[in-house]
């Protein structure tokens, strides 16, 4: 079996408080000796100095460090020009997406899918990345039915994506379910589950809504029930998002992938007590 991969995800901060907020969550969640740190990165490189910055400065710390890099609403050349600035930089691992444009936005730019952006890396860069790409056990919501999603999921993974990191779930039936319908279609590349701890009910109804993420009704309905008391929302999501984590694990997920919203409290306590 190969290793499992724990890993973290952030996003750049836009002002300096954040920049500290972020170092500071970082200086606790080194401790845990993450695999890797993601950097996301906004639409038509609305954060790519922010991006590089961040994931310069958490290399700077010891850490391996991982940029996003999404493609809509962007040209092939400022795509390249990204690309090289990463290659410059000696970074060899790159999570790639499509992105979502900013509601209004008209100039879709020169890729209209995450496959046509591996694609190009691969034209672009060989062998030089370790691609990663999104997956979504739950259907992607733009998406016209799952059987299309999965073909194409399947297109990044024959354009040459290596691995892939899901969208954030609460029913691993779904992700099982997902690993399963991939491996009947040969597509056998390792599939780290995304993990998103519960801090806040309204947050995660937001959050869910925009991204086609269930949250099943009985977490729903327990969350509502605990009103404007955050500590019961925490150690309710704590044992949720925990339970869940170990059945995936315990099930033969390649790792887990920890959607941090650049805190580290939540992230810490499901790792130390899953032992990982
Ligand atoms: C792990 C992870 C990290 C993320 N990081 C970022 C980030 O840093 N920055 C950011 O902006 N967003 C990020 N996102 C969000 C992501 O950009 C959105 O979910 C976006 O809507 C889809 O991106 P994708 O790469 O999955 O797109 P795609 O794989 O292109 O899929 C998008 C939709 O188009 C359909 N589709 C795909 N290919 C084709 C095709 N060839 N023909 C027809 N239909 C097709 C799919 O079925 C799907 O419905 C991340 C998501 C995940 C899960």
Redesign the pocket.
Known sequence: MTRRTYSL?FFPPRTAEGVEKLRAARRQLAQLKPAFCSV????GGSTREGTLETVLEIRGEGVPATP?L?CVGSTRESIAAVLAQYRAHGIRHL??????MPSGTVDAGEF?????LVAFVRQETGDWFHID????PEM????HSPY??LA??R??VEAGANSA???YFFNPDAYFRFVDDCDGLGVRIPIVP?IMPIASASKLARFSDA?GAEIPRWIRRRLEGYGDDTASIRAFGLDVVTDLCAKLVASGAPGL?FYTLNQASLTTTIWQRLGL
């Open positions: 995800e996301t990165f906004g639409a996003h999404s999570i790639a997406l499509r992105g979502d209209r899918y995450a496959n046509e790409v999104a997956a979504y992607h919501p733009q998406a299309e999603d194409n999921f297109r990044k990191i899901t969208q995304g991204c992938h």
